[in-house]
């Protein structure tokens, strides 16, 4: 049961819910905001939405996402009572392998240019998902995102903020010149278009997939790989199709957290919430400090089992449902000391990115889409074919080179991925749809949130505002600075190594979530981070 329990005395977030009847979206941009209930007002449904708004994120969060990364959704079908499941990530070169590497003196994944660069997969991801739910035209979509950007867009203020910190990861003359304009990051409210973007929209607008998979832009993105000595070429880009997949879930007291199966990193949220499960979370709810310790050890066994088992499972077995079964979650928390922070775990450390967008939609028939799109490190790889002015994204930076991991790089392989939309169902209808940007913070955003909702009885606003902590690696925990105060202090007696923001790259390091949820009456209620630009709109 949803719930507020506000009076003027208890305003946690700084910011109020936005409830609606009809229609909700909500993003971390307000120019996406309102693109998307544009659609929604206009009579298209929640996917139609969803496909609007995130592709004008591309392009108001160019260094964050757009055409030249990943998607994935969780689809809510109202009358089929049914939640579908859609990896829309690229796979490896045909070419790709750890011999090609190492033939080339490489013994590291690279982490930016051409070879870290798999095939993008967010255009075949929103088509097909049009193609099956939609009701409106891609044309009619992608408008607001070609008119962005074509006739410009003001920057807004923490997007302007992390634009500047972006840039000097701009090494290609040409991605400069795309992205930095005047020759540096722009200044709040300047205007910024991007008109080579636009004609690669407006070709995307006409042709649908094939209008990036084949033509013009493939042929770019071909040449451009060819003049680094990259690997994809034009059967690579033609022969991509997103996957629908059965979405993994787990019951978490009286809900159902549901998630992309792998290679997608959802698995790490369900693990540390049946992990939670076993320790009494609403009687810790009176002592912060032992709280948060609960929470961070389930993620830090977690993530073990992560770094273990995540991969594309077209290509390698992988034991899902021994992982998700209950007595494995209480062997796992039968490793935790309520008294003592566990420094030593089994696995690898994992590579953080941190560039990505959320959105989530609901319309008047019930429909709601969780959104993940991607292009991993801020611009990706750094490549900007020329005149597209698309970034590719470096999701080959997720493959080990292992050759006995079942993460290991392999041609037509899809890497590890980060992004995760997440659903959380009641009664075995959505309660919330929400999800945590933000790289490797993701799946503990996700057990940070619904431990809120559930568990401290949170309204969704509340629920993301709530300050956060980024586990690391082996002992060594980041906090926000609310939290470093309320409970650092007893978290260090415990023996986990507390660190400031700075060590999950400030405050965005912690991520940024947005929601809805939906209660008894059909009434939707959005909630957008406060440590993002965004906003929920809803009517």
């Known amino acids: 049961m949803l719930t507020s329990d506000r009076t003027d005395t208890n305003l946690r977030s700084g910011r109020s819910m936005v409830l609606g009847r009809r229609g909700m979206v909500c993003s ?59 990896n829309g990530s690229g796979r490896a070169p045909a070419h790709a392998g750890i011999d090609e590497l190492e033939s080339r003196g490489i013994r590291d994944t690279p982490m930016l240019g051409i070879l870290s660069v798999t095939v993008p997969g967010a255009v075949d991801a929103w088509c097909s998902a049009l193609d099956r739910f939609g009701s409106q035209p891609l044309d009619r979509l992608l408008a607001p995102a070609i008119d962005y950007a074509e006739q410009g867009f003001p920057v807004s203020e923490i997007i302007s903020y ?23 990051a722009p200044a709040l409210g300047e205007v910024v278009r991007f008109p ?8 995307i607008a006409r042709d649908g997939r094939d209008g990036f998979y084949r033509g013009a832009i493939a ?38 957290l549901c998630e992309i199966p792998p290679n997608g990193q959802g698995l790490a949220a369900l693990l540390a919430l049946n992990i939670l499960e076993c320790f009494d979370m609403q009687g810790a709810a009176s002592n912060p400090a032992a709280a948060s310790h609960l929470k961070i050890e389930a993620v830090k066994l977690a993530y073990a089992d992560r770094n273990r088992w995540v991969a594309d499972p077209s290509q390698a077995e992988l ?3 021994e992982l998700l079964s ?61 005149g597209t002015g698309i ?18 790089l392999a041609p037509r392989k899809r890497p590890f991925h980060t992004i995760i939309p997440a659903m959380l169902m009641r009664n075995g209808r959505p309660a919330v749809s929400f999800g945590v940007m933000g790289g490797d913070m993701q799946a503990q955003g996700h057990v940070q949130v619904v431990s809120n909702i559930v568990d401290a009885a949170m309204n969704p606003q509340d629920a993301l505002a709530e300050p956060r902590f980024h586990y690391l690696e082996a002992d060594r925990v980041a906090l926000e600075p609310e939290m470093h105060e309320r409970v650092g202090a007893e978290l260090e007696a415990k023996g ?44």
């Open 219 to 256: 042929e770019a993105i071909v040449a451009a790989s060819r003049e680094r000595e990259g690997l994809i070429d034009e059967r690579d880009l033609a022969d991509h199709e997103s996957e629908w997949v059965e979405p993994i879930s787990t019951d978490y007291r009286d809900y159902r």
């Open 162 to 184: 992390q634009w500047q910190l972006a840039a000097a990861l701009l090494q290609e003359e040409n991605a400069k010149r795309t992205f930095l304009p005047t020759g540096k």
């Open 326 to 386: 209950k007595d494995y979650a209480q062997g796992r928390a039968a490793l935790v000391n309520p008294a003592k922070a566990l420094k030593s775990i089994a696995a690898g450390a994992f590579r953080a990115g941190a560039d990505t967008v959320y959105l989530t939609t609901a319309d008047a028939n019930g429909n709601m889409v969780s959104l993940i799109n991607s292009l991993f490190y801020p611009f990706g790889s750094g490549v900007v074919p020329e």
């Open 319 to 321: 034991p899902i449902d």
């Open 391 to 408: 970034a590719l994204q470096n999701r080959g930076y997720g493959f080990s080179l292992d050759p006995t991991h079942p993460n290991c």
């Open 196 to 203: 080579e973007l636009a004609r690669s929209l407006q070709h």
């Open 28 to 86: 971390s941009q307000p120019l996406a905001t309102q693109a998307g209930i544009d659609v929604l007002r206009d009579g298209g449904n929640a996917v139609d939405a969803a496909i609007c708004t995130a592709a004008a994120l591309g392009v108001v969060e160019p260094f964050m996402t757009g055409v030249g990364g990943d998607c994935f959704m969780l689809i809510w079908k109202a009358d089929e009572a049914k939640l579908y499941g859609l």
């Open 496 to 539: 986990h190594q507390i660190l400031g923001p700075d060590a999950a790259l400030g405050r965005g390091g912690f991520g940024g979530a947005q929601a809805i949820a939906v209660d008894d009456e059909g009434t939707y209620w959005g909630a957008s981070d406060p440590r993002k630009d965004g906003a929920a709109a809803g009517f």
